[in-house]
C-alpha cells in the first residue's frame, strides 16, 4: 500500500471541463458550415480548408519547437479551430500559397509572437484573413457561384458576392429595387446558395452550429444576439429613411459574413470580453462598425475589420466594466 | 424553488451514505483529546496527568469570551497533556486519557425521552452552550455562544438553521434530521429563545426529499419553524448564499449576517444545543460520515472526540488499496491532511478518502478567458483576474477587487477548463489583502 497522501489545497475535485473538450465542440459546431461548403463549392472547398489547418499546426508545432523550446501543445485544438475558421472566410478558388502566407500570419503573427494560447489581443484567423485581403485583393474577392460538388478548383466560374453587387450598383447610381432582380432571394440566401467566403454562405448551417454551442454552454448568447441585433436594428432604421438606397435588415444578416463572424469569431474566447455586459457592448460595437462599413465604407463588407477593431477595446473593457457583486449593497428581502 | 441568485456549480453528489443509519462507534482504549477545537482562544487544561476523569467532565476550561470549554469524552485516567499534530497540521496543546469502563458524569441526563420544554431565560441558555462547549458543527468550529450572543443595537429577526449539506459525499446532517428529528426541532425551539425571535427557517437541498418531509411533518407540533426546500447547488450552504436564498437579503460585503437581522446556526449544532440545554450533555461526540468510492463499509458513525481517525476508518473497512488523498471535510472545501493518527474533533464533519486516480490535479494551462469562472462565482467576483494579480504579487489591486469578498468555496478552480489553480492564488492574495488591512488600522 502507498503510505504517502497526497496533499494539496482544495478544491479536491474537478469538474468535466477541459480546453480540449471546448475546441472539440467548436470543430463540431463548424461541421455543418463545412459539409455545406463542400455541398456548394466542392473540391475547392476541401483543398483551402486542408491546407488552411495544415499549415497552422504545421507553424505551430515549428514555432514551439524550435523558438519556444517547450512542450509542444498543438494537441490542444486552438490552431486546428483557428486553420478552420481562417478556410472559412476564404474563397474556395484561392490559390494555395496564399493560404499557407495567412496561416503563417494567423499564427506566427497574429498568434505566437504574444506568446501562443490566451495572450493575443486580436482574432489571429481575421488577422490572417485581413492580412490577405489588403496583400492580395484580386484572388481574395473573386467568388466561385455555388455548384453543386463541383470538381473545378482554380478554373471555377467566379461571380460577385450579393453585398458587391448592392455596392456597385448603388454607386452607378441605381435603386435597390432595380437591384433586386440581380440578388438571390432570402430564401437563398438562407440555404447559402450565393457567392461568398466557403464558410460563410450557408446561414442555416451556422444556427445548427450555433444551437449546438448554446446546448453545450461553449458560448452564452450575448455576443451573437447583440451583434446581429445591432446591425438588425440600425439597418432597418436605415431602410425605413430611404428603402431605395438602403438594402433591408434580413439582407444585411444573411449576406456576406455576419453569422460567421458573430457566432464563431466575435465569440472567440481569448479576444473577447469576460461579463455579460461588456460582451454586450462589444456586439453592438461590432454590428454597428459593420454596417458603417458596408454601408458608406469602400469595401462592400466590414465584418472582420469591425470585430479586429472591437478587438482592440477589449483591455479597456475587461478593466473598467465589472460584475455587479453579491453583497455590494445591502437588500432587505 | 429558492437559491441564490448567481453563480454556483453541480458536482457529481455522491451521496454514498444517504441511506446507512448512524452507528454508534465502540469507545477506544485512548483519545487524545486537544484543548483547541474552535475558533479563538484556546481552553486551559484543568486536569493532570493522573487525575481521574468522568464521561463528560470538564477537562479545558474556555479562555475568555472567544474560546469555549472542552470535556472529557470518556472515563478513565488523564496519562499524560502534551502536543499533538492536529487535523489542520499544527501543533498543539492535547488531553491524553486512557479509557477505563464508561462512566458518565452523573450530572448529564442520559433519558432518551424529548424534553421540549424549556424554562431557562435567554442568558441561561447562552450560558449553557458555553458551559457545554457548543460550537458550529458545520465546520467552522465558531462558538456559539458568541453568536448567540446578539451585539448591542442589532436586532435578531430570523434565525436560519442550515441543513443543505451541499458539499458532495457527506451525510452526517441528513441522517442526523432523519434520526434525531423531534430533538433537532427542539433545539430550534431553544435558540430562538435564546435569540428572542419568533421566525426559523429549516433550509434543505432538495436532493434530501426523505429529511425534508419529517422534519416538515414534526415542524407542525413546533410553532414558528418553516422547512424550505431548496435547489441543489453548490455552494447552497454558503451561509450568505443560505440567507439570500431564505429571505432575500443580501449580506453587504465585510458585514455579518446579524447586520440584516440573521443568525444561522448548522442542524447538528441544533442537535447539540438540544442536548446541552435539554439534557445536560456537553460536546464530546458527534455524527461524522466516513466515506470513499472505494471504501468498503462507508457509513455515518457517532464518535466520541479524540479518537484516532484510523480506529475511524478501522470501523468503516480499513483504509482502501486504492488511497490517495484523504480529505477532512468534503471534497469541494475540506482540508486533506498527511497523517491518520489525528484526533476527531467538535469539527469534523466527514472524511472523505479519494482513489489516486483522483487525488492528482491534471497539468495547468494558460488561461483563455472563457469567463466561466465569472459565471460560476457565487460572489459575482472575477476569480481569473484575482488570481493573475496575486500572482503578480499585485496585492492592494486585487484587494481594490474585492478579494476579500472570496469565501474560498472553490466553484473556480472546479470549473477552470484549463486546470488552473485560480483558488490556491486567491487564498494567498487574500490572506496578504487581510494581513495588509490589519496593519494599516
Redesign the interface.
Known amino acids: 500500500?502507498?503510505n504517502i497522501?497526497?496533499?494539496?489545497?482544495?478544491?479536491?475535485?474537478?469538474?468535466k471541463?477541459?480546453?480540449q473538450?471546448?475546441m472539440r465542440d467548436v470543430v463540431i459546431a463548424l461541421m455543418p458550415a463545412f459539409f455545406a461548403s463542400v455541398f456548394y463549392f466542392g473540391l475547392g472547398a476541401i483543398i483551402v480548408t486542408v491546407t488552411s489547418v495544415a499549415s497552422c499546426l504545421l507553424f505551430e508545432y515549428l514555432i514551439q519547437r524550435f523558438f519556444f523550446r517547450k512542450p509542444i501543445?498543438i494537441t490542444?485544438g486552438?490552431a486546428l479551430v483557428t486553420g478552420l475558421l481562417l478556410a472559412f472566410n476564404l474563397p474556395s478558388n484561392i490559390p494555395v500559397f496564399i493560404v499557407v502566407i495567412g496561416s503563417f500570419i494567423s499564427i506566427a503573427v497574429a498568434k505566437m509572437t504574444f506568446?501562443?494560447?490566451?495572450?493575443n489581443p486580436f482574432n489571429p484567423a481575421l488577422v490572417g484573413r485581413v492580412f490577405m485581403l489588403i496583400s492580395f485583393p484580386v484572388q481574395m474577392t473573386s467568388w466561385p457561384v455555388p455548384k453543386g460538388l463541383a470538381t473545378g478548383y482554380a478554373d471555377a466560374v467566379t461571380g460577385a458576392t450579393p453585398l458587391a453587387i448592392v455596392k456597385e450598383g448603388l454607386k452607378n447610381g441605381e435603386s435597390i429595387s432595380q437591384l433586386v432582380g440581380n440578388l438571390p432571394s432570402p430564401a437563398r440566401m438562407f440555404l447559402g446558395d450565393m457567392g461568398g467566403s466557403l464558410g460563410e454562405v450557408a446561414a442555416v448551417a451556422l444556427l445548427i452550429g450555433f444551437a449546438y454551442l448554446l446546448i453545450r454552454k461553449v458560448i452564452?448568447w450575448h455576443i451573437p444576439v447583440a451583434v446581429t441585433g445591432s446591425i438588425a436594428i440600425f439597418a432597418a432604421i436605415l431602410w425605413l429613411s430611404n428603402p431605395e438606397k438602403f438594402a433591408d435588415p434580413m439582407f444585411h444578416l444573411l449576406a456576406g459574413g455576419v453569422l460567421l463572424g458573430a457566432i464563431f469569431m466575435a465569440t472567440d474566447?481569448?479576444t473577447?470580453p469576460?461579463?455579460p455586459l461588456s460582451m454586450l457592448i462589444y456586439g453592438c460595437g461590432i454590428g454597428i462598425i459593420t454596417v458603417l462599413i458596408r454601408v458608406w465604407g469602400s469595401y462592400p463588407e466590414g465584418v472582420s475589420f469591425a470585430i479586429l477593431i472591437m478587438n482592440a477595446f477589449v483591455p479597456l473593457m475587461?478593466a473598467n466594466i465589472?460584475?455587479?457583486?453579491?453583497?455590494?449593497?445591502?437588500?432587505?428581502? | 424553488m429558492k437559491t441564490f441568485p448567481s453563480g454556483g456549480v453541480h458536482p457529481p453528489e455522491n451521496k454514498l451514505t444517504a441511506e446507512v443509519p448512524i452507528e454508534v462507534l465502540p469507545v477506544p482504549e485512548k483519545v487524545v483529546i486537544p484543548v483547541s477545537q474552535h475558533i479563538g482562544t484556546p481552553a486551559v487544561p484543568v486536569v493532570e496527568k493522573g487525575d481521574k476523569v468522568r464521561t463528560g467532565q470538564l477537562i479545558a476550561r474556555g479562555n475568555g469570551f472567544m474560546s469555549t470549554n472542552i470535556h472529557s469524552s470518556v472515563s478513565g485516567t488523564v496519562s499524560k497533556i502534551e502536543s499533538v499534530l492536529d487535523g489542520t497540521g499544527f501543533r498543539q496543546t492535547a488531553v491524553f486519557i486512557d479509557v477505563a469502563g464508561d462512566d458518565w458524569a452523573e450530572t448529564i441526563d442520559r433519558d432518551q425521552k424529548v424534553n421540549r420544554e424549556c424554562n431557562l431565560s435567554k442568558e441561561e441558555i447562552v450560558g449553557k452552550c458555553y458551559e457545554c462547549g457548543i460550537v458550529g458543527l458545520g465546520g467552522a468550529a465558531f462558538p456559539s455562544h458568541v453568536k448567540l450572543t446578539v451585539p448591542e443595537g442589532k436586532k435578531c429577526e430570523v434565525l436560519i438553521i442550515n441543513g443543505v449539506e451541499c458539499e458532495p459525499y457527506l451525510t452526517s446532517d441528513h441522517r442526523l434530521m432523519l434520526e434525531k428529528g423531534e430533538e433537532i426541532l427542539a433545539g430550534v425551539s431553544v435558540l430562538m429563545k435564546a435569540l428572542g425571535v419568533t421566525k426559523a427557517m429549516i433550509g434543505i437541498e432538495n436532493n434530501k426529499l426523505n429529511a425534508i418531509s419529517h422534519l416538515t411533518e414534526i415542524s407542525r407540533s413546533f410553532t414558528g419553524i418553516t422547512v424550505h426546500p431548496l435547489k441543489v447547488k453548490y455552494p447552497q450552504g454558503a451561509e450568505k448564499q443560505l440567507i439570500r436564498a431564505l429571505t432575500g437579503r443580501e449580506v453587504p460585503s465585510g458585514h455579518l449576517p446579524i447586520d440584516v437581522g440573521v443568525v444561522v446556526q448548522n442542524i447538528a449544532t441544533a442537535f447539540a444545543v438540544y442536548e446541552a440545554v435539554q439534557k445536560n450533555k456537553p460536546l464530546f461526540e458527534r455524527v461524522v460520515t466516513v466515506t470513499g468510492k472505494d471504501v468498503t463499509r462507508p457509513g455515518n458513525y457517532l464518535v466520541r472526540t479524540g479518537t484516532s481517525l484510523l480506529k475511524l476508518i478501522d470501523a468503516a473497512g480499513g483504509r482502501p488499496e486504492s488511497t490517495g488523498k484523504v480529505v477532512n471535510g468534503g471534497p469541494m472545501m475540506g482540508k486533506a491532511i498527511s497523517n491518520m493518527d489525528i484526533p476527531v474533533v467538535k469539527g469534523m464533519s466527514g472524511i472523505v478518502v479519494l482513489p489516486e486516480n483522483e487525488s492528482l490535479r491534471n497539468a495547468a494551462m494558460p488561461c483563455i478567458r472563457c469567463s466561466k469562472c465569472i459565471s460560476v462565482c457565487p460572489m459575482n467576483l472575477e476569480p481569473y483576474l484575482l488570481a493573475a494579480l496575486s500572482e503578480k504579487s499585485m496585492f492592494d489591486k486585487a484587494a481594490g477587487e474585492r478579494i476579500t469578498d472570496c469565501m474560498e468555496c472553490g466553484s473556480c478552480s472546479f470549473t477552470c477548463p484549463a486546470n488552473r489553480p485560480l483558488l490556491d492564488y486567491i487564498r494567498l492574495g487574500k490572506s496578504t489583502a487581510m494581513k495588509m488591512a490589519r496593519e494599516k488600522k
Open positions: 500500500m502507498n497522501l497526497t496533499v494539496s489545497p482544495s478544491p479536491h475535485i474537478h469538474g471541463e477541459s480546453v473538450k471546448i501543445t490542444d486552438s506568446g501562443g494560447l490566451g495572450n452564452t474566447y481569448v473577447s469576460m461579463v475587461n465589472k460584475p455587479k457583486r453579491f453583497g455590494e449593497e445591502m437588500k432587505n428581502g
